[in-house]
């Protein structure tokens, strides 16, 4: 199983980018998949999450700016970032907890995509 993120890149203040996150091998179901992040020197934090049913969660200082989406036909979640600012530089992480059968349940990483906002 493999989580291939992409979407990162450099962009300006105010501006907007778009991760996606496909989840891709032997996977009978993906639950929950979320976006971590990570800046320099700081811990990695939770950016948002949503389940399989579309339930959505996320982290206080994106709400109102990110929005977190998912195509389970593709085992892809999507993050559309706007009103980006400097304070959103970090590398983002995509994870999916995966049903492999039916008794077998795993976590997977992406990884990592950079984004970063300049001023």
């Known amino acids: 199983v493999q989580l291939q993120a992409s979407g990162g890149g450099l962009v300006q203040a105010g501006g907007s980018l778009r991760l996606s996150c496909a989840a891709s091998?032997?996977?009978?179901?993906?639950?929950?998949m979320d976006w971590y992040r990570q800046a320099p020197g700081k811990q990695r934090e939770l950016v948002a999450s949503i389940t399989g049913g579309g339930s959505t969660n996320y982290g206080d200082s994106v709400k109102g700016r990110f929005t977190i989406s998912r195509d389970n036909a593709k085992n892809t979640a999507y993050l559309q970032m706007n009103s980006l600012n400097p304070e959103d530089t970090a590398v983002y992480y995509c994870?999916?907890?995966?049903?492999?059968?039916?008794?077998?349940?795993?976590?997977?990483w992406g990884q990592g995509t950079l984004v970063t906002v300049s001023s």
């Open positions: 994870h999916a907890d995966c049903r492999l059968t039916f008794y077998d349940r795993q976590d997977y």
């Open positions: 091998g032997s996977i009978l179901s993906v639950n929950t």
